[in-house]
């Protein structure tokens, strides 16, 4: 491979040329002499063999040939720009990917919403993004996260940032949905009820009583329900507009037609959060 020709500061010049209109504006807005400038033009058009400027007036406009070149670098010049802004955010101690550990429970548009703002603050750190099921902090090491929303129990100290219900659900065709009466354990025991863990639970593997569906999304789960084939327990604000509908219909059960997750907010260790960007997106995931 030979060397360039051409070099990131002549093409970034030309562009500030083009921007502020004239040479000495962008002299100006560069904090250097005109002659540097004219010269870094001379050099690049000398190197390249064409003319990229013409005079008109007071301004040094682009030759159509120029045009078309800058449009070809100008992708090159701004991923640079942000290759050396990564390298200064790195050498300020700013980490260059955040792990991401959530429960499939935690609303979406939430998630979302966070992220979206968390990338507009910090363009240059990527997020791992990592979906997961039933796990606790008890069922992670802190190899696999950064920050991580989780179930939460009873003897965990942690920050609760909300709480989802899931509901028992089935198809209004489903026998369980003609029931007139709460339904009994031997009665549910007679149907497959869909049940999400997970490929990364821990308990995956267990045998549980009844006729379970083990599943690995809430997606899954709904789309057997909705076909009549088993009865779940679904989260209440993904299937509410089914309910309105009638096509799905909430069970009366007698242990308990409702299940209320606490998800809890979890940060790696406490030096996590002297990161900006870590904690950053620690108050975005609180407060969205």
């Avoid at 190197?47 to 990229?52: D, F, P, T, V």
């Avoid at 084939?229 to 069970?251: A, F, N, Q």
Wanted: charge should be negative; include cysteine.
């Amino acid at each position: 491979m030979r060397l360039p020709r051409s070099t990131i500061e002549q093409w970034a010049i030309i562009h500030t040329i083009v921007e502020e209109g004239s040479f000495t504006a962008a002299a100006k807005t560069l904090n250097r002499s005109q002659s540097s400038i004219s010269y870094a033009v001379t050099r690049l058009q000398d190197a390249l063999g064409i003319q990229l400027f013409i005079p008109e007036g007071r301004r040094a406009v682009l030759t159509h040939t120029g045009s078309l070149l800058l449009a070809e670098i100008l992708p090159i010049l701004t991923e640079f720009e942000r290759i050396e802004r990564r390298a200064q955010n790195l050498s300020k101690g700013a980490p260059s990917t955040i792990r991401l550990l959530v429960n499939a429970l935690f609303p979406k548009d939430r998630l979302f919403t966070a992220l979206q703002a968390f990338k507009e603050q910090f363009p240059d750190t990527d997020i791992h993004l990592i979906e997961t099921i039933r796990r606790t902090i008890h069922d992670v090491s802190e190899e696999e996260y950064d920050l991580a929303i989780l179930i939460a129990t009873a003897h965990q100290t942690t920050e609760i940032i909300t709480t989802e219900r899931v509901i028992a659900v089935a198809h209004r065709d489903h026998p369980l949905a003609q029931s007139k009466h709460s339904l009994s354990g031997p009665t549910l025991a007679q149907y497959p009820c869909a049940e999400v863990r997970g490929l990364d639970d821990p308990k995956t593997h267990l045998m549980t009583s009844g006729r379970v569906w083990r599943v690995n999304t809430i997606e899954t789960a709904i789309n057997a329900v909705h076909h009549g084939l088993c009865y779940g327990y679904l989260p209440e604000e993904t299937v509410e507009d089914d309910i309105k509908e009638g096509t799905l219909c909430p069970l009366s059960i007698e242990a308990g037609s409702a299940r209320i997750i606490p998800l809890g907010l979890y940060r790696r260790h406490l030096s996590s959060l002297e990161s900006p960007a870590i904690l950053a997106l620690w108050e975005l995931l609180k407060n969205e």
